[in-house]
């Protein structure tokens, strides 16, 4: 039976192990590797990992396409007062939408201006004397 040699290729200087000595000695613990997503909290074979890395990924593929398959239409959110039915863009429809509301308050108060007083609509018999 052959022994084998367990001498390094190139032998370390005593600053390189003292370097790697103080890296080993401050290396963070499993733990917090795990925490932070460097290392993967599995209990399966090394050899496994990757698979049910895989088939996690599958499941939350087919679950997010289900979703996407019951999202309401555009139409439907637009019939339910979700989106509004414009044509502008996204950036301009705040706008719009203030223009529309300032357009309405002046139409109302142009026929609030233009209505006639009440004097002139008892004259015209639409308002009785005492609701006057």
Partial sequence: MQSVDEQPISPLSEDEK???A???ASRPPAK???EHNVLKDSKLDPS?????VELERNFLEDKLEKKLERRPTRQDL???HVLLNTSA???LQAKQMELQMNMREDKLEKKLLDRPPREKLVEQHILNEDEA
Avoid: G, H, T
Wanted: hydrophobic share 50%; proline share 5%.
């Fill in 22 to 24: 103080k890296r080993i």
């Fill in 18 to 20: 003292a370097s790697l």
């Fill in 48 to 52: 496994l990992q990757a698979r049910e």
């Fill in 78 to 80: 637009i019939e339910q």
């Fill in 32 to 34: 917090e590797l795990v």
């Fill in 89 to 91: 863009a996204p950036a």
